[in-house]
């Protein structure tokens, strides 16, 4: 990655590169993102269930008023039924016959009545803010694949996929799960709160005062925690995202990893990830397990205090039993919510830190931008001409260094060099995964830049070194390079691609399933899918990257049978290993540090005896007599 102060020191031209490139990696600084920004997101998530919310919330008051009714009928027994208070006025009519036994009647039905009414907004308030939370988990995963999808490929350049990986499972349910337990209970907590107070102070107001004296005390503790607890829990993610990243990679290359015996060195490397996550979990559990036993502690001091202090009141007559019964399940439910507050300091700073994570690859605006004026390119007739065309991947490392050449419509173009010469990145400038950072490309002799990407790529079919057959039938796997293909034009294609024949012999044909947990075709037959896909496409200008470089003699021929077929009538660039593949092509070009070092035709660099006709010797004496490329 380019330091970020690259940028301000290199002078670059004012292209969409020289930003690309000066852009810091996602990385572990900055946790704090502007909370304004957060909401604005929030708000966007939430927007399409405005309906539930407000369901949600109605049921989350009911919830609230029953839980603060709850300790009232078990008032009216102590005092008006078993003690000599006098009931209160408003009860009187309800009561059937004015006995003592029918007013303990109506408190156990009362009773029952709260708790049917808590149950049933409970149940509601449950339902509802689980579907808002599974739907916006949802739509939050569409849109980061959606983002990440139209990113640039420089950006998958820097990124590891396991961390973009970890951000969109674990990071996502993160917010799924909060949304779905803890968005609004706070405001209910926060109800709650000033319900409990309002009720408190209504029945004995300086007693109420020394019940939550501590209150404040608390807050500020609690808000203190908040920090710590956010940046312990960023640490936490971080190093799951780095076992996530390893694991990926350690499954995905075991092949590799058996072949070389070292099992037990990716063994240790998980170890040692793994061993760091749970340090730093840890670390953050002991931050965030201060908070529920200090608050334990204040209840149970208050407590004490309300109980010495209310068995005085009541002994001076000054305070009915039944009111300290209400007090003291009051003191319980103001401190639940203070104490839910203080836990939800934790739900809050993984659902932030999970947010700012999501955040900042949605924020990632590393786009090959469209030009504001960009035209939809039309059919091609297929004229490439590179001028003076240079590119890095990073700053200060030229791959291409003045590439020059034209290819005529409908001709064909043979690269060759050494590896790492930049044949690769010659062809991926074609269709624009990355602009060149000075010199032009021109299509049909219109710089490139001013066509729309997607107009462009639509031009261009592609068969590169290893095809990747995507989880799904064949039939979808060739219809992959034109969507909405008929089962006649696919198969069509298969035969010209000489993929045909071991296509039907397949248990399902057409349908046999290929790509992950599916049937595994060869490296030969996966390349003649790819020959399929691309005349499926049926694209003027063709790329070739090594299409047969992994290929033993035999498929390489049924492959280049396929490649020539597909080849006719358009404009092809070969790039070859084998020199076989492109003698015949109309034009070559041999790629040498960044620049075309020669080009001609074949018989033309042989006589050169330049560089091709030193690898042209090298190949020809390698390779036995009678087989000469
Ligand atoms: N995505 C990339 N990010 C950074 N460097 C790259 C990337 N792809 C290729 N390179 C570098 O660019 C140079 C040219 O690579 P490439 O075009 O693939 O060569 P060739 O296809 O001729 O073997 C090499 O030095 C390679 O290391
Ligand atoms: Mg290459």
Redesign the pocket.
């Known amino acids: 990655m380019a330091p970020n102060s690259m940028s301000d020191t290199v002078v670059e031209p004012a292209t969409v590169d020289g930003k690309r490139k000066g852009k810091p990696l996602v990385g572990p600084s900055d946790p704090d993102m502007g909370s304004r920004e957060m909401f604005a997101l929030i708000r966007d998530l939430v927007r399409p269930y405005t309906g539930w919310l407000i369901i949600v919330l109605v049921a989350m008051l009911m919830e609230t008023a029953m839980s603060l009714a709850s300790p009232w009928p078990l008032k009216v027994v102590i005092d008006s039924v078993l003690g000599a208070h006098p009931m209160p006025d408003w009860m009187r009519g309800l009561s059937p016959r004015d006995s003592k036994m029918g007013l303990a009647f109506l408190a156990g039905a009362g009773v029952v009545l709260i708790a049917l009414i808590g149950a049933f907004s409970t149940y509601i308030d449950n339902y509802f803010t689980e579907s808002v939370g599974q739907w916006v988990a949802n739509d939050l995963r569409i849109r980061i694949y959606d983002h990440l999808q139209r990113l640039s490929?420089?950006y998958f350049?820097k990124q590891q996929t396991g961390t973009l990986l970890s951000t969109i499972t674990s990071d996502v349910s993160t917010i799924q799960n909060f949304a779905s337990s803890n968005t609004l209970s706070l405001l209910v907590d926060v109800l709650t709160i000033l319900g409990v107070l309002a009720l408190m102070f209504w029945l004995n107001w300086d007693f109420a005062l020394i019940a939550v004296a501590v209150t404040p005390g608390l807050l500020i503790f609690v808000s203190r925690f908040k920090k710590a607890v956010k940046k312990a829990t960023h640490e936490v993610r971080l190093h799951q995202a780095d076992i996530v990243s390893v694991v990926k990679e350690g499954l995905e290359s075991v092949r590799v990893v058996k072949a070389y015996g070292r099992e037990s060195l990716e063994d240790s490397h998980l170890s040692e990830v793994s061993h760091e996550a749970v340090d730093a979990a840890l670390k953050a559990r002991r931050v965030k397990s201060m908070l529920s036993p200090i608050i334990s502690i204040v209840v149970a001091l208050c407590t004490a205090v309300v109980l010495w202090r209310g068995a005085s009141l009541i002994l001076r007559d000054l305070m009915t039993v039944g009111a300290l019964t209400v007090f003291l399940a009051y003191l319980g439910k103001f401190f639940k919510p203070v104490q839910d507050l203080a836990k939800n300091t934790n739900a809050i700073a993984q659902a932030t830190v999970a947010l700012e994570r999501i955040k900042r690859i949605l924020d990632t605006d590393d786009v090959i931008k469209d030009r504001a004026d960009a035209q939809t390119l039309e059919a091609v007739q297929g004229t490439i001409a590179f001028e003076n065309v240079h590119f890095g991947?990073?700053v200060g490392?030229p791959?291409l260094r003045g590439v020059d050449f034209v290819i005529e419509a409908g001709q064909t173009l043979g690269v060759v060099?050494?590896?790492?010469?930049?044949?690769?990145?010659?062809?991926?400038l074609i269709p624009r995964f990355y602009d060149p950072d000075d010199g032009r490309i021109l299509i049909d002799g219109v710089d490139a830049m001013h066509y729309t990407k997607e107009s462009l790529r639509k031009q261009i079919g592609f068969v590169l070194q290893d095809t990747v057959l995507f989880r799904g039938t064949i039939k979808s796997n060739i219809a992959y390079g034109r969507p909405g293909a008929t089962d006649a034009e696919i198969i069509e294609a298969a035969k010209l691609a000489n993929a045909h024949d071991f296509i039907s012999a397949m248990p399902h044909g057409y349908d046999t399933l290929v790509g992950e947990r599916g049937l595994t075709v060869s490296g030969g037959q996966r390349q003649r899918i790819g020959i399929a896909r691309a005349i499926i496409r049926n694209s003027p200008i063709l790329i070739l990257?090594?299409p047969t470089a992994a290929l033993d003699t035999e498929s390489e021929r049924l492959v280049m049978e396929g490649l020539t077929k597909l080849m006719k009538g358009r404009t092809v660039i070969t790039?070859a290993h084998r020199l076989s593949t492109i003698r015949d092509s109309n034009k070559i070009i041999v790629?040498d540090r960044g620049i075309v070092a020669e080009q001609g035709t074949h018989d033309e660099l042989l006589t050169r005896k330049g560089i091709y006709s030193e690898l042209y010797r090298i190949q020809y004496e390698s390779t036995p007599a009678g087989a000469a490329p």
């Open positions: 490929l420089a350049d991947y990073e490392a791959v060099g050494t590896t790492g010469g930049g044949k690769s990145t010659v062809a991926g990257d090594e790039i790629l």
